[in-house]
């Protein structure tokens, strides 16, 4: 029962992502790069001040680790940080291109079939271990994808390109241990502002002036960004990566409500049936963990 809070918190950071089309929708008519710049740009001077602030006695601590490192496991650190930054970014973008420009279904797609590529790149590259009944999860994930992307072979090649590189950064980070998730989590951000800040000038769109891209943004930085990846992190370091990726179907379960019920967009019986599929896959994966908490917290029946 020691990986039930890595759990909440995987739980907690995919629930409060699938309602991201909340702040995202009422903003789209502003380009995508811009809503990237500005997103990243208040994440990163937000972090930094919490660090600066709350976490300089952190920073020297984790100085001092990485210093400590030989040259390959300090080869091996720079790579796997800038690495993580640039996934993020790439995430990101195409992430909001897709929710403002395709529609939010393709979106909610692309987070389905993440879980798929973070388990197919956790067991080739990190040689995690699945049951059998995790590789029949895997299945039922694969059959509900395809069968979502029956009628827009479109949607799955975007859905395809967001997944795959969030899949990288979940399975990225679940192997760069021994430093502060806080601390690294604001060098990724604070990296991913300095390699947009030169883009900015020139790709940027004039400046918004309204109040609402302002709060969007910010509620984006601070709840849909700063919040949810710091969970994430923190449930990569007692879970597998590919838990952690089966349980971010959560995230386009609620994703693909919202935008049925919310935007109205249509919905098919047949995307009804494979979302159905999906939710059924999700509790396949984590049954061992279920049954551990029937098991914990149901009353013993003893025959008299």
């Known amino acids: 029962m020691k990986t039930t809070k890595y759990y909440l918190a995987a739980i907690t950071s995919y629930t409060i992502w699938g309602f991201f089309s909340l702040v995202l929708k009422p903003i789209h008519e502003y380009p995508s790069l811009d809503i990237l710049f500005n997103r990243v740009f208040s994440c990163s001077i937000l972090m930094v001040l919490i660090v600066f602030i709350f976490k300089r006695k952190t920073v020297i601590e984790t100085i001092g680790i990485f210093k400590a490192l030989s040259k390959a496991e300090k080869r091996k650190t720079l790579l796997l940080n800038f690495g993580g930054s640039f996934f993020l970014m790439a995430n990101w973008f195409t ?3 897709v929710m403002n420009h395709v529609s939010v279904k393709a979106t909610s797609l692309a987070y389905l079939v993440c879980p798929i590529l973070t388990t197919l ?9 699945l049951s059998k009944t995790q590789w029949i999860s895997v299945g039922l994930s694969v059959s509900g994808c395809l069968l979502l992307s029956y009628t827009n072979i479109m949607d799955m090649v975007f859905s395809i390109v967001i997944g795959l590189t969030y899949a990288a950064y979940l399975v990225s980070q679940r192997v760069n241990k021994g430093f502060d998730k806080f601390i690294i989590l604001t ?5 991913a502002g300095l390699v ?6 020139v790709y940027s769109g004039p400046v918004p002036t309204e109040f609402k891209f302002y709060f969007c943004i ?17 449930a990569l370091s007692g879970l597998n990566s590919s838990t952690v990726g089966m349980l971010l179907n959560i995230n386009p379960m609620i994703a693909f409500a919202l935008a049925a019920f919310v935007f109205n967009e249509q919905i098919s019986s047949l ?3 494979a979302y159905g599929i999906i939710f059924i896959a999700v509790l396949v994966f984590n049954s061992h963990h279920l049954f551990a908490l029937r098991a914990k917290y149901l009353p013993v029946t003893k025959n008299t």
């Open 121 to 129: 790149l956790a067991y080739f590259l990190l040689h995690e271990k």
């Open 271 to 273: 995307q009804i049936l």
């Open 95 to 97: 992430f909001i291109y």
């Open 218 to 234: 910010e509620t984006i930085a601070i709840l849909f960004t700063i919040f949810p990846l710091f969970l994430n992190l923190y």
């Open 187 to 191: 060098f990724h951000i604070s990296l």
């Open 196 to 201: 947009l800040l030169p883009f900015y000038p």
